[in-house]
């Protein structure tokens, strides 16, 4: 059995973990919204029409954040649309996704929905066929008290108090082809930064994160990041930052080792960020919102065969597999391992579009196998992020590092050998109650890893749980008939003997050992 060591130091600490890194995002897409948060006549919807058993799992994974209504589709949204008495509301051609919108639920629903989902809400405004007007219309919507037209017409809408969202998206993805009124470089940066002034004079406590490349291998990925923040850099708090990987060779060594695709993708955006900090000579920082993040490209096919015009039809609807779960765990170590940099992380999406959480329209909510990682990071993955010194076999892999979905359409691959460690984790201490967890992923394929973690600093601690996810079958799924084909158990064999965490992690095992102070 191969061997890890890891060396924990209390002392050594990466930052604060900001609790929004366990953001998701709800988009107008396919059945997120209609048949998944919402589906009137279903026999758990309450008054306004919000399903209670996905509220109940979104409440189970204690979403901080929900970013909202898109993604691309809000690149061609009339806000005012989705506002005011349903019956008057015009139905629309969706370009983004070719789907029809029927604005049945927009902005005032989201906003009763997110609070009875226990959930802060993260505003996308439309930078494409829209801009700075419409947008800091909404501000004034949803967040000026009374007294002026948009405010008023809230109000008048059966909303008196403000929404007060603190939390703008400055457009979204704006460099790829695929956006309505896609922009070049210093488009977007003119525009973002006089939206941004304008809405934050309508409300000057809001934060803002801009737009940032919608890929690293997009021609623009770099200088877009430069050219905006160098136009915007005042007013921005937060650059955005997107990926999606997939298995599609079907290698599982490499699907595994996206994570550090991921980690360097962080790395060069902050190196973006600081940059443009140095050349302007600013103390201020500029910080990432990961606000796209997962593994998606299950139904890539299956949504090239949809009849356009459809509403709500049956759009990304990935059904996760283990392996997936694997993934999904190595990335959110990634995000908490960046957590000095990256204080917004959206898990893209929630329901039924490349999500957690699985519904039939008018049947059963399931968990999909990504649904555990995302869930025990969430739970037990807040406080601080400590600093690992990690000691680690490496497997090789044959790498193509071009591998999201845009990309393999563009035909371009890059073939490199790369050392992979076996182990990859972190640990996170939560401030108040002193508790410890580690996370762990084996990638070994064959063998259990032998994993020592000697904690130094931290005074007498006893294991609480370990809680591992391990499946015989990486493709193994869970669909509304067998709900529960992966999911984890506890039960795994950490043990405390003189300072040191000792446990053996299951071959191509999460592993979750929580700690507490004896
Ligand atoms: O999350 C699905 C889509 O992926 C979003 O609409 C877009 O921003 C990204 O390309």
New binding site residues.
């Given amino acids: 059995m191969a061997s890890a060591k890891m060396l924990l130091d209390r002392a050594y600490e990466i930052s604060k973990i900001d609790n929004r890194l366990y953001g998701s995002?709800i988009?107008h897409?396919g059945r997120a919204v209609y048949g998944g948060i919402y589906e009137p006549g279903h026999p758990t919807a309450d008054a306004n029409g919000f399903r209670q058993d996905v509220i109940d799992l979104i409440k189970e994974l204690d979403v901080p954040l929900v970013r909202y209504p898109?993604?691309?589709?809000?690149s061609g949204y009339n806000w005012e649309d989705g506002v005011g008495p349903k019956a008057q509301r015009p139905k629309r051609l969706e370009l983004?996704?070719k789907s029809t919108e029927t604005n049945e639920f927009g902005t005032n629903e989201f906003m009763q929905w997110a609070q009875k989902a226990n959930t802060e809400v993260m505003m996308a405004v439309n930078l494409g066929t829209r801009g700075p007007d419409a947008a800091r219309n909404l501000v004034e919507y949803c967040n000026h008290p009374g007294g002026s037209h948009y405010s008023d017409l809230r109000r008048e809408h059966g909303f008196d108090k403000p929404h007060n969202v603190k939390l703008w998206c400055l457009g979204?993805?704006m460099d790829?082809p695929?956006?309505m009124c896609q922009k070049t470089a210093v488009e977007y940066g003119r525009a973002a930064y006089e939206a941004a002034k304008m809405m934050r004079w309508t409300d000057p406590t809001i934060e803002f994160v801009a737009a940032g490349s919608?890929g690293l291998q997009m021609p623009t990925f770099g200088e877009w990041e430069m050219t905006v923040l160098e136009h915007a850099y005042d007013l921005v708090d937060y650059i955005s930052i997107?990926t999606?990987y997939g298995n599609q060779a079907n290698n599982i060594g490499a699907f595994l080792a996206k994570s550090t695709d991921m980690d360097e993708f962080i790395k060069s955006v902050v190196a973006l960020c600081d940059a443009v900090k140095a050349k302007q000579r600013k103390r201020k920082q500029i910080h990432l919102s990961f606000d796209?993040w997962?593994v998606?490209f299950h139904s890539n096919d299956a949504d090239r065969k949809q009849d356009p015009w459809q509403v709500a039809p049956p759009l990304?609807e990935d059904a996760y597999t283990f392996e997936d779960a694997l993934v999904v765990g190595c990335m959110l170590i990634t995000l908490l391992r960046n957590a000095d940099r990256v204080k917004i992380a959206c898990l893209?999406?929630l329901v039924n579009?490349?999500a957690p959480i699985m519904t039939e329209s008018g049947g059963a909510a399931w968990k999909q196998t990504i649904f555990y990682p995302f869930l025990h990071a969430s739970l037990y993955g807040r406080g601080t992020a400590l600093q690992p010194v990690i000691s680690s076999p490496t497997y090789t892999i044959e790498y193509e590092s071009q591998v999201s979905w845009?990309e393999n359409e563009l035909g371009r691959k890059k073939v490199e050998a790369r050392k992979i460690p076996l182990l990859e984790s972190i640990a996170t201490v939560n401030d108040a109650t002193g508790e410890l967890t580690v996370f762990a992923v084996n990638k070994d394929q064959q063998n259990a890893l032998d994993f020592a973690c000697e904690l130094r600093g931290f005074g007498e601690y006893k294991i609480v749980e370990h809680i591992v996810l391990e499946h015989a079958d990486l493709k193994a799924a869970n669909t509304a008939q067998q709900p529960d084909n992966v999911r984890p158990r506890t039960g795994g064999d950490a043990k405390m003997a003189q300072g040191t965490l000792k446990a053996s992690l299951p071959k191509l095992s999460w592993n979750v050992i929580r700690l507490a102070r004896k």
């Fill in positions: 995002f988009e897409l898109g993604g691309n589709f809000v983004a996704w979204n993805e790829g695929w956006q919608s997107h999606y796209e997962n998606w990304l893209a999406q579009v490349i845009w």
